[in-house]
């Protein structure tokens, strides 16, 4: 089928066009240079920018994908989860051209729609089930055991405080970068202050930040759970003692060291469930997935550990239309019928509702 997804959850505008499992177009508008300056995203402000991108990108990704409006099978949307204002200027969106067009609507779950960018990579051998899905935004860190993308997802374990990608955003603030903070943080880590007035790559062991959730008392009871609240409290600990002490502080350390401590964690568990329930599989999604050493890492431990690891292409990994397209394109494919009309933006949307409102709920 050929699927048009309309993405507004956050500060991105995304249109993609996908035809079955290929990607013809995946068009991005985003207001993110409109909240920086606020150091996160206005709410307020990306509902508007959203109403006014919308247009220009639909018009844009019909453009590129080398289609016509008339020729569209269906049109996904994201119903949830994200920022309500946000979130409803896409609804109201994709309902208005799913009647005008007399074509069948597809509200999906953004969450499962970033696990749902993997079935894009044309490079990639044909997914797998079942999968262990570890999901890294600005808004979520989750471990998922994936047995049908389409139907059955399991939440094993999630952070119980900010996501990685907030963890990010934050140190980068603390650090004096520019929001969003994860490819700042990359960028220091790679070639960052020395703190003596020179520049150079910072040493990931340089200082060893704590791992949250992994002692084995936590290890117990959350094994599959995340917490980078206490790590964000011991990094701007650090830099203030040092300040206060009139040590030099080099941000490329400080950045390096940081991210082993996130990414250190996040892999480490996954692969944890990986072996626990047998699964040598793993799928990674989300905007955090962009970042470097996160990858670089999990794929040379997950390597040692028997684990074939799955990696959108980056320009998939943020928010974009073309996954919440693909989502819907999968759902077709495996019989699934289109949602009801009976739905709003749901800014709290679990992951394991795939679709809302669909017809076999
Ligand atoms: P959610 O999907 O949970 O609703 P979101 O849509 O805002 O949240 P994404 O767009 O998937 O999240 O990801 C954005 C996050 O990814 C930001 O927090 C940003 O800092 C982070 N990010 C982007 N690039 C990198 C990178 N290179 N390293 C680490 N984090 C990164
Ligand atoms: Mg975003
Ligand atoms: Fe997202």
Same mark, same amino acid.
């Given at each position: 089928?050929?699927?048009?997804?309309?993405?507004?959850?956050?500060?991105?505008?995304?249109?993609?066009?996908?035809?079955?499992?290929?990607?013809?177009?995946?068009?991005?508008?985003?207001?993110?240079?409109?909240?920086?300056?606020?150091?996160?995203?206005?709410?307020?402000?990306?509902?508007?920018?959203?109403?006014?991108?919308?247009?220009?990108?639909?018009?844009?990704?019909?453009?590129?994908?080398?289609?016509?409006?008339? !020729?569209?099978?269906?049109?996904?949307?994201?119903?949830?989860?994200?920022?309500?204002?946000?979130?409803?200027?896409?609804?109201?969106?994709?309902?208005?051209?799913?009647?005008?067009?007399?074509?069948?609507?597809?509200?999906?779950?953004?969450?499962?729609?970033?696990?749902?960018? !993997?079935?894009?990579?044309?490079?990639?051998?044909?997914?797998?089930?079942?999968?262990?899905?570890?999901?890294?935004?600005?808004?979520?860190?989750?471990?998922?055991?994936?047995?049908?993308?389409?139907?059955?997802?399991?939440?094993?374990?999630?952070?119980?405080?900010?996501?990685?990608?907030?963890?990010?955003?934050?140190?980068?603030?603390?650090?004096?970068?520019?929001?969003?903070?994860?490819? %700042?943080?990359?960028?220091?880590?790679?070639?960052?202050? !020395?703190?003596?007035?020179?520049?150079?790559?910072?040493?990931?062991?340089?200082?060893?930040?704590?791992?949250?959730?992994?002692?084995?008392?936590?290890?117990? %009871?959350?094994?599959?759970?995340?917490?980078?609240?206490?790590?964000?409290?011991?990094?701007?600990?650090?830099?203030?003692?040092? !300040?206060?002490?009139?040590?030099?502080?080099?941000?490329?350390?400080?950045?390096?060291?940081?991210?082993?401590?996130?990414?250190?964690?996040?892999?480490?568990?996954?692969?944890?469930?990986?072996?626990?329930?047998?699964?040598?599989?793993?799928?990674?999604?989300?905007?955090?997935?962009?970042?470097?050493?996160?990858?670089?890492?999990?794929?040379?431990?997950?390597?040692?550990?028997?684990?074939?690891?799955?990696?959108?292409?980056?320009?998939?990994?943020?928010?974009?239309?073309?996954?919440?397209?693909?989502?819907?394109? %999968?759902?077709?494919?495996?019989?699934?019928?289109?949602?009801?009309?009976?739905?709003?933006?749901?800014?709290?949307?679990?992951?394991?509702?795939?679709?809302?409102?669909?017809?076999?709920?």
């Amino acid at each position: 089928p050929l699927v048009l997804g309309i993405e507004t959850s956050c500060d991105e505008t995304g249109i993609g066009i996908v035809r079955g499992r290929t990607l013809l177009s995946n068009t991005i508008a985003s207001s993110m240079d409109e909240h920086a300056r606020y150091g996160g995203v206005v709410p307020e402000v990306a509902a508007r920018a959203h109403l006014e991108a919308l247009q220009p990108t639909i018009e844009a990704a019909l453009a590129e994908a080398q289609v016509e409006l008339a !020729d569209i099978d269906a049109v996904a949307v994201t119903s949830g989860p994200g920022l309500a204002g946000a979130l409803m200027v896409g609804v109201g969106a994709a309902k208005a051209l799913a009647v005008a067009l007399d074509k069948p609507l597809y509200a999906v779950n953004h969450l499962v729609g970033h696990i749902a960018a !993997d079935l894009l990579d044309a490079d990639a051998p044909p997914l797998e089930y079942p999968t262990i899905a570890l999901l890294v935004s600005g808004g979520h860190t989750s471990l998922l055991l994936v047995r049908d993308l389409t139907g059955d997802v399991d939440l094993l374990g999630e952070t119980v405080d900010d996501a990685a990608g907030e963890a990010f955003d934050k140190i980068a603030r603390i650090l004096g970068l520019p929001y969003p903070g994860g490819p %700042e943080i990359d960028r220091a880590a790679a070639s960052g202050s !020395d703190g003596l007035g020179g520049t150079r790559a910072g040493d990931p062991n340089a200082i060893r930040f704590p791992r949250g959730l992994s002692r084995a008392s936590d290890m117990a %009871e959350h094994r599959y759970d995340f917490s980078f609240s206490g790590l964000k409290t011991a990094v701007a600990r650090w830099v203030e003692q040092q !300040d206060a002490a009139g040590n030099p502080v080099s941000t490329a350390d400080v950045a390096a060291s940081f991210r082993e401590a996130v990414v250190d964690v996040l892999v480490t568990k996954a692969l944890a469930a990986c072996a626990d329930f047998g699964v040598p599989r793993l799928l990674l999604g989300g905007g955090v997935i962009a970042n470097r050493r996160l990858r670089e890492v999990a794929l040379e431990r997950a390597a040692a550990a028997g684990v074939t690891v799955r990696i959108p292409p980056l320009s998939l990994c943020t928010d974009n239309g073309a996954m919440i397209a693909a989502l819907a394109s %999968e759902l077709i494919m495996a019989g699934h019928g289109p949602s009801t009309m009976a739905f709003g933006a749901d800014s709290t949307l679990p992951i394991t509702d795939i679709q809302v409102a669909g017809e076999a709920q």
